[in-house]
């Protein structure tokens, strides 16, 4: 069964504006990852947060992570049209090995 | 390219048959992980290797379903007596270490007629 759940399912927004996606899980996690699949590239890791964080960025990218409430929001900003793609959040337990993805939000970026 | 590599990327296949999917990982990754993902929905985790030795199963992977990396290198997922309900992108990934970053292949996508 799916861990996370993203929100919302689809997004559409022009170049330029700022996408916010949010994930919510539920057990306790290790670390939260953020991934991206077009049909170009596959699925590509964008960012890790870990457990004891609360906000990581890289490039464009903002991720925060809210362990009380099991949640997570990416923040990409200033989209281009390259960043259409589903994105999903995949949270890794104690583990350590398996990613247990959400069902992902479909990001449409018109120019 | 050193990225992670499968074959055949496309496969369809009569209900019934076996298939037989390879995964080549980074060089250096000595994890190894198979996903199963169908149309809208996330991937979902189906087996672990650390080496050689398989070290996890998910009960998604019922007992048509076997998976090898022989020498820790290359690992092959087989699908015996396929169903309809295999159809799914097959996808391999690999890492360095576990907690961190998982480097997907293309994918397999899987037809079953």
């Known amino acids: 069964s799916q861990q996370g759940e993203e929100d919302p399912q689809a997004l559409s927004i022009q170049e330029g504006e700022n996408a916010t996606m949010n994930c919510s899980y539920k057990?306790?996690?290790?670390?939260l990852q953020w991934y991206r699949q077009n049909s170009g590239r596959g699925l590509v890791h964008l960012i890790l947060?870990?457990?004891?964080?609360r906000e990581k960025h890289s490039g464009r990218l903002r991720v925060t992570l809210d362990t009380s409430k099991k949640s997570s929001s990416l923040l990409i900003t200033a989209s281009r049209a390259a960043d259409t793609a589903s994105y999903f959040c995949?949270?890794?337990?104690?583990?350590?090995?398996?990613?247990?993805f959400g069902k992902g939000t479909s990001l449409l970026v018109t120019p | 390219d050193t990225g992670v590599s499968q074959d055949p990327r496309h496969k369809i296949t009569k209900r019934g048959q076996n298939v037989t999917f390879r995964c080549d990982p980074i060089s250096e990754h000595n994890r190894l992980y198979w996903y199963r993902q169908t149309l809208g929905q996330g991937p979902e985790f189906l087996t672990y290797f650390q080496n050689e030795a398989q070290l996890e199963k998910s009960r998604l992977l019922s007992d048509r379903f076997s998976a090898e990396r022989p020498k820790g290198s290359f690992s092959t997922l087989e699908i015996q007596r396929t169903e309809q309900g295999d159809s799914a992108m097959y996808l391999c990934a690999s890492s360095l270490v576990t907690y961190n970053e998982q480097f997907f292949g293309p994918g397999t996508r899987l037809t079953v007629l």
């Open positions: 057990t306790s996690i290790n670390n």
């Open positions: 947060i870990r457990s004891n964080e």
């Open positions: 995949a949270t890794v337990g104690n583990s350590g090995y398996a990613l247990n």
